[in-house]
Antibody, heavy 112, light 110 residues
Framework: EVLLVESGGGLVQPGGSLRLSCAAS????????MNWVRQAPGKGPEWVAN????????YYVDSMKGRFAISRDNGKNSLYLQMSSLRAEDTAVYYC?????WGQGTLVTVSS | DIVMTQTPLSLSVPPGQPASISCKSS???????????LFWVLQRPGQSPQFLIY???NRFSGVPDRFSGSGSGTHFTLKISRVEAEDVGVYYC????????FGQGTKVEI
């Protein structure tokens, strides 16, 4: 069974930082591109970033370049998203997506 | 950026009746590898999204055959031959020809 389990979400003040993690199992993590997709309350999904199999290629949606950083550790079957300079509009459920599966998401709330 | 536009935005369908959702992309989704990078995604109420269809017309494992996808270039369609209660949710088309972008979503109700 494929499992993608996100963690690290929570309440953070504007301007703050947060690191999300995604633990993958049930498929060959190291052979798959991995993605972060977010969904603001009541809105549709918005792709955030992705990373290739060995971490040498990374792509971001323009609005998050320079603030967010995607990374992976194939030895730990884990995906990460380092978020900084967080804004209220970054409030969303963040999903880890890969191997054709979506995780359950982790909620990030940016508020003072 | 490739913009995805879905119609209609909502659909109410009697059980057992067909349903159809259209999706248009602002650019061709035909990739240089010969594959057309169009997915359909379903988000049931209170759940994470899940992939239904990839490369226009291929169902993911476990997706019932009442779901079918068609289209090419910039125009695509998702059809449900006979809507069932478990099909309720929001359907999104998604492209990964250039990064990923999603349509606005079509809410399907029974």
């Amino acid at each position: 069974e494929v499992l993608l389990v996100e963690s690290g979400g929570g309440l953070v003040q504007p301007g703050g930082s947060l690191r999300l993690s995604c633990a993958a199992s049930g498929f060959t993590f190291s052979r798959n591109w991995m993605n972060w997709v977010r969904q603001a309350p009541g809105k549709g999904p918005e792709w955030v970033a992705n990373i290739n199999q060995d971490g040498s290629e990374k792509y971001y949606v323009d609005s998050m370049k320079g603030r967010f950083a995607i990374s992976r550790d194939n030895g730990k079957n884990s995906l990460y998203l380092q978020m900084s300079s967080l804004r209220a509009e970054d409030t969303a459920v963040y999903y880890c997506v890969g191997g054709n599966y979506w995780g359950q998401g982790t909620l990030v709330t940016v508020s003072s | 950026d490739i913009v995805m536009t879905q119609t209609p935005l909502s659909l109410s369908v009697p059980p057992g009746q067909p349903a159809s959702i259209s999706c248009k992309s602002s650019q061709s989704l035909l990739h240089s590898d010969g594959k057309t990078r169009l997915f359909w995604v379903l988000q049931r109420p209170g759940q994470s999204p899940q992939f239904l269809i990839y490369e226009v017309s291929n169902r993911f494992s476990g997706v019932p055959d009442r779901f079918s996808g068609s289209g090419s270039g910039t125009h695509f369609t998702l059809k449900i031959s006979r809507v069932e209660a478990e099909d309720v949710g929001v359907y999104y088309c998604m492209q990964n020809r250039q990064l990923w972008t999603f349509g606005q979503g079509t809410k399907v109700e029974i």
